[in-house]
């Protein structure tokens, strides 16, 4: 997997450089716009991170270069400009997604992850993390045999972490998709319920499946 | 130079009268009413002086012709009256000279005033009104351009039915002369009356227009630096008094907002030099010496959710802005209150759950907002609520329709409430009752700033009411779909 970081602020291409590689990614640096639109027209990337503020060719201009190409790799901007028309302006141009300065990386992840699988995820019935197993349909949640009493909350809770294994979910994230609650709330009331739900799936049986990643979110996984 | 660019005179086009300045307007306005009413005034008198001086003048004549008619018809032998009439009648008038001449049907003179025949001879005299008229008025003639008469000719019988020819003439001179004495000083009287006029005009409105000119600097006084100067109550005239008021009552609103502004940068200052701070320090002592990847990864760890408070805290910041400068464009959508209600709750239900605290909701409603919003600021009012609600109380969710179709959701908690003092500040930004109270603990101090900005945005608006000890209660509103 290659992407393409159109990015001027070498402090931020450094980390991202870091992180992605890490993530198992290929990544390719471009410090100003007409370089970036030089690798995206005649290098194949499987993903392009745009900022939007560039010298020499902005990341408005760079876009519709490409697309007007006939190149359809995905992009991602990346920008500290948050005002709605810029939003709307971005994802016309054709980006797949626009986040906003400061993002966390995890949050990046996510939506890089979201978008190489836009094909349509296998949704299984079932979800088997060591000994711990979820039944979908059944709405049911056992662990090494034993049953788990959770509510209907907890049980969404543990169906995210358990689709999304091994990925850091931001707090946003899950009270976002547990809760329908949208906005980047300071938060506690998810600590409440990962510790409640940790009382339940983890702590009678020794073994913890799941973990936090402190200021980032939490993780499912077997360690 | 570019101060002036109010004047007028900068802006290229010619300066009307509005660009004058007052006592300049003033003194010309009430100066051109007073010339023209001295004008018409004088004019007036003058033409009615003539007019009065002319027909008395007629009237003169026409009695001395009818004077002459009488005699000659009552009596024609007695020639001694008529004589005396004729000749001695305008030597008699002291100040106006008169001349009669009486003639023949053949135009033979038969009496005349003396040296009448030399200034006056027969033909000048405007042709004569027959026997039964009245006399006219008189004709003016001119000698050469010595001097002026007024001359008027009549028939006349006499008792033997003889046609005698009357010819009377007055020497007009000295009215004349009188007339233009009296145009003349007149004339002086009007110049001296407009001038005096222009300079009176312009001492009284520049007396008038003082208080403008006091008030004026008064304002200049008032820089950013003394906002706290006023106009004050000085006995001002009743119609600067209302601006005076009104000004000072703009300067309050002023200083009160620049007092929050500046309040607002230092307290920012402050809620970010805290955590910068303890990001600095945290970093430099971790690099003072060789440590375990165990103790790193504990730094980093603290840092990220310090970094993350930061980013919140600045995305809050960035969103009031925007607010209060109305560049947020919300696109409203129908909801079912009690639904978002009950979300919100199960969201917080774990945490209520967990200091003894019951969030209950209640009622019904359907409102047209936007969604997040409403979410972020009714769950802002439960964050702030949990805060101040100790174990065992509750907190209320309730709404419902209002006559009006605005719908209302109020949240109540059964806590420490909020003193008084405090009641009118909670809503501004980064407020804190209690300063000591670390905002790690408590949020970033700009939630119940952002439920305000939420409910301008949908016209709609927030009042808090609470009493110490019993709880405090936040009502929402929001307006009707129009």
């Not at chain 2, 086009?13 to 300045?21: N, V």
């Not at chain 2, 305008?90 to 003179?109: E, F, K, P, V």
């Not at chain 2, 005239?237 to 929050?260: C, G, H, I, V």
Request: net charge negative.
């Amino acid at each position: 997997m290659r992407i393409l970081v159109v990015e001027d602020d070498k402090r931020t291409s450094a980390y991202l450089r870091k992180g992605l590689e890490e993530n198992g990614f290929i990544v390719d640096i471009a410090e100003n716009g007409e370089d970036g639109l030089h690798f995206a027209l005649t290098e194949a990337y499987d993903l392009i991170l745009l900022d939007v503020m560039l010298p020499q060719k902005d990341g408005w201009a760079i876009i519709e270069e490409i697309r007007r190409n006939n190149n359809d790799t995905p992009v991602i901007f990346l920008t500290a400009r948050d005002e709605v028309l810029d939003r709307i302006k971005g994802l016309d141009l054709g980006a797949d997604d626009y986040l906003v300065k400061p993002f966390a990386f995890s949050e990046l992840m996510a939506r890089i992850r979201t978008i190489m699988r836009r094909a349509p995820v296998r949704q299984s019935d079932t979800y088997r993390i060591a000994d711990l197993e979820i039944d979908i349909a059944g709405h049911k949640a056992a662990r090494g045999g034993m049953p788990l009493d959770l509510t209907a909350k907890e049980f969404l809770l543990l169906e995210l972490l358990a689709r999304r294994k091994g990925e850091v979910l931001s707090k946003t994230h899950i009270s976002d998709q547990v809760w329908g609650i949208h906005f980047d709330s300071d938060s506690n009331p998810v600590e409440v319920a990962i510790r409640r739900l940790r009382k339940k799936v983890d702590e009678p049986f020794g073994v913890n499946l799941i973990h936090t990643v402190r200021g980032v979110g939490y993780v499912l996984e077997e360690r | 130079m570019f101060s002036k660019n109010g004047d007028g005179h900068s802006s290229g086009h010619k300066p009307g009268l509005q660009s004058w300045s007052l006592v300049g307007r003033l003194t010309l306005l009430v100066t051109l009413s007073t010339v023209g009413i001295l004008l018409v005034a004088t004019l007036y008198l003058f033409t009615s002086m003539g007019r009065n001086l002319d027909r008395e003048n007629d009237e003169y004549l026409a009695n001395e012709i009818n004077l002459l008619r009488t005699i000659l018809i009552r009596d024609t032998d007695n020639s001694e009256t008529l004589r005396e009439e004729v000749e001695w009648e305008g030597l008699a008038q002291t100040h106006l000279r008169y001349y009669a001449r009486i003639l023949d049907d053949q135009g033979n003179i038969l009496l005349e005033t003396p040296n009448m025949n030399e200034i006056l001879p027969v033909k000048i005299f405007p042709s004569p009104v027959a026997v039964s008229q009245d006399p006219r008025e008189g004709t003016r003639w001119k000698n050469g351009d010595r001097d002026s008469f007024l001359l008027e000719s009549a028939w006349a019988q006499d008792s033997s039915r003889r046609m005698h020819l009357i010819q009377v003439a007055m020497d007009i001179n000295r009215e004349r002369m009188t007339l233009i004495h009296i145009r003349q000083s007149m004339t002086a009287v009007l110049v001296v009356g407009i001038l005096f006029s222009i300079g009176i005009c312009f001492i009284i409105t520049r007396k008038g227009m003082q208080p403008l000119s006091d008030i004026t600097e008064a304002i200049q006084k008032i820089s950013a630096e003394q906002l706290h100067e006023r106009i004050g109550p000085s006995p001002w005239p009743r119609e600067l008094k209302t601006l005076a008021e009104a000004f000072d009552r703009m300067l309050d609103r002023l200083e009160d907002s620049f007092e929050k502004l500046s309040r607002f940068s230092a307290d920012i200052a402050h809620e970010l030099r805290t955590p910068v701070n303890s990001l600095m320090g945290t970093a430099e002592v971790a690099l003072g010496k060789e440590r375990t990847p165990e103790e790193y990864r504990q730094v980093i760890e603290s840092s990220l959710e310090e970094y993350g408070r930061l980013a919140r805290m600045i995305e809050s910041l960035l969103f009031l802005a925007r607010a209060e400068n109305r560049e947020i464009r919300i696109e409203k959508s129908w909801i079912e209150v009690h639904r978002e209600m009950e979300k919100i709750r199960e969201f917080y239900d774990a945490l209520a759950e967990e200091s003894g605290v019951e969030i209950i909701c209640k009622g019904e409603a359907r409102t047209f907002v936007e969604p997040v919003l409403f979410q972020r600021a009714v769950s802002n009012l439960i964050a702030n609520a949990l805060q101040y609600t100790p174990q065992g109380g509750s907190i209320t969710l309730q709404t419902g329709q209002l006559p009006d179709q605005s719908v209302k959701v109020v949240v109540s908690d059964t806590g420490c409430g909020i003193p008084a003092e405090h009641q009118s500040r909670i809503f501004d930004r980064l407020y804190r009752i209690d300063p000591s109270r670390s905002p790690k603990q408590y949020g970033t101090g700009l939630g119940l700033a952002i439920v305000i900005s939420i409910m301008e945005l949908h016209g709609g608006s927030v009042t808090v009411s609470s009493e110490a000890g019993k709880g405090s209660v936040f009502t929402l509103i929001f307006p009707p779909v129009s």
